[in-house]
């Protein structure tokens, strides 16, 4: 069987199971204590009986003629035969049986002993099991003067039936007690729980739009799951609004570009003067390439933007990463001669980071370089700075204006300065990187170097 067929599935279950366990095996434990204590108990109660009695028949021995008598003392052994069966001799110094049962066993070597007080011991006579006490009392009337054993013996069952009494009694009582903290315990349970069961209904009553923090009074352990949960809905809100506010811009976005489209095959399809074609598919093919590229910079916009707040940071060897993006991005300067410079101040550097991520803002650094920057000249540099590392990207393009560069970094700000660079950015490159280097404990800066041209700077931690 496994665990999973007999574990129950609630904490409610777990828990009240958990402490029935505690409660049995404590109460196992204590009825065998007290099953132990009992036999103790009732051992000691018979045994002083039994100790009086043989004292009573050692006080009863006279000497008569100087042979040693006994006048058997009734009520006391009496006491003892009212519960069960009771056995005695008596041998005087010489070893003679003066009274009693001769073959009753004593306690073997318990002369001496016994010459100081009581001994007991248990044995069997006449197969039944009895516990013997044996004192001496010593006789100077005798002809021989000596020590006078006196053996008193009686069965066990009363001390038995007692020990039994006595546990059942405990027993039961460690039963209620038991039956009574585990019936607590769940009355306890359920209560304590109760809060959470309000969180549930509140939960579960509310509309999927409504993202407000949940708010209920609460004990204070449960006060932590409430500001998790709170802080789950607070990041769930904040997703969703970032998602709404995605695909409003995206829709926004994308619809000049569409309409442009659409007018353009209008006119195609309109058109009478087949010399003019040409010049229709060449804006057409431009439109379908910024609606292309429009497109991709959205969906690399939501990829980064779920990456940044998804993916775990792993060692990334950024040199590498750097000339894998410079080689892919360069030939995106179509016919143009560019000349890139590559320098690093290490073979290897390494960051913390997401490399798809990484990627993606260090091709859009270059790609605004190239397609907006209009550089044909570009430096990137990798070198360690102020116990981090800096990428830097060194265009010879115009740049951007210093007044710009906060607007720069927003989603959808165009800066281009004519019509055709208007209608080819989409304003999300430089917001991708900013994106990215937030995810990674960075910053974007700009600067104009002292000897001319551009310079992005993605500095890491």
């Not at 069987?1 to 409660?23: A, C, E, H, N």
């Not at 006080?59 to 009520?75: N, R």
């Not at 509140?202 to 923090?213: F, N, S, V, Y």
């Not at 190239?370 to 830097?392: F, P, Q």
Request: aromatic letters at 6%; hydrophobic letters at 45%; glycine letters at 8%.
């Amino acid at each position: 069987m496994q665990r999973s067929d007999w574990f129950p599935k609630t904490l409610f279950g777990r828990t009240l199971l958990f402490i029935t366990l505690i409660v049995v095996s404590g109460g196992a434990a204590l009825s065998v204590i007290a099953r132990y204590y009992a036999g103790v108990a009732s051992e000691n109660a018979y045994d002083q009986l039994l100790a009086g009695a043989a004292i009573d028949v050692a006080e009863s021995l006279y000497v008569q003629g100087g042979v040693l008598a006994l006048d058997p003392p009734v009520a006391a052994l009496s006491t003892l035969s009212r519960y069960d069966l009771v056995y005695y001799k008596v041998v005087d110094s010489r070893g003679v049986l003066v009274a009693g049962y001769g073959d009753l066993p004593g306690s073997q070597g318990a002369l001496v002993a016994a010459r100081q007080g009581a001994v007991f011991a248990d044995a069997t006579y006449q197969h039944r099991r009895i516990r013997v006490v044996t004192i001496a009392r010593y006789m100077p009337e005798q002809r021989t003067p000596g020590w006078a054993v006196v053996t008193v013996a009686q069965t066990t069952r009363a001390r038995q039936r007692l020990t039994r009494d006595m546990s059942i009694k405990v027993w039961t009582l460690i039963l209620l007690m038991s039956l009574l903290a585990i019936g607590a315990s769940g009355l306890a349970i359920r209560r304590g729980l109760r809060p959470l069961a309000q969180i549930e209904t509140i939960i579960a009553g509310r509309d999927p739009t409504d993202l407000k923090p949940v708010t209920v009074e609460t004990p204070r352990e449960i006060s932590a799951i409430i500001a998790a949960i709170n802080g789950l809905i607070g990041r769930l809100a904040d997703r969703m609004t970032a998602m709404q506010r995605f695909i409003a811009d995206a829709a926004h976005q994308m619809r000049t570009p569409l309409a442009r489209l659409d007018a353009q095959i209008e006119l195609l399809g309109g058109e009478t003067d087949r010399m003019r074609d040409p010049a229709h598919l060449d804006a057409l093919r431009r439109t379908c390439s910024d609606v292309g590229r429009l497109t991709g910079q959205l969906l690399n916009h939501a990829m980064v933007t779920h990456r940044t707040q998804a993916v775990r940071l792993e060692p990334v060897e950024l040199t590498g990463l750097v000339k894998e993006v410079i080689g892919r991005t360069i030939p995106l300067a179509d016919q143009r001669d560019v000349q890139v410079a590559f320098e690093s101040d290490a073979p290897q550097v390494c960051i913390e980071g997401d490399a798809i991520s990484l990627q993606e803002a260090l091709s859009n650094v270059l790609h605004n370089a190239l397609l907006h920057g209009n550089a044909d000249e570009i430096s990137v540099k990798v070198a360690h700075a102020d116990g981090g590392v800096v990428v830097t990207v060194t265009d010879n393009g115009p740049g951007i204006a210093r007044e710009h560069w906060e607007a720069a970094l927003r989603p959808f700000e165009r800066l281009s300065r004519s019509a055709a660079e208007r209608r080819a950015g989409s304003g999300l490159g430089l917001a991708i990187v900013q994106e990215v280097m937030k995810a990674h404990g960075g910053e974007i800066g700009f600067a104009f170097p002292r000897d001319g041209g551009f310079a992005v700077m993605l500095r890491f931690p």
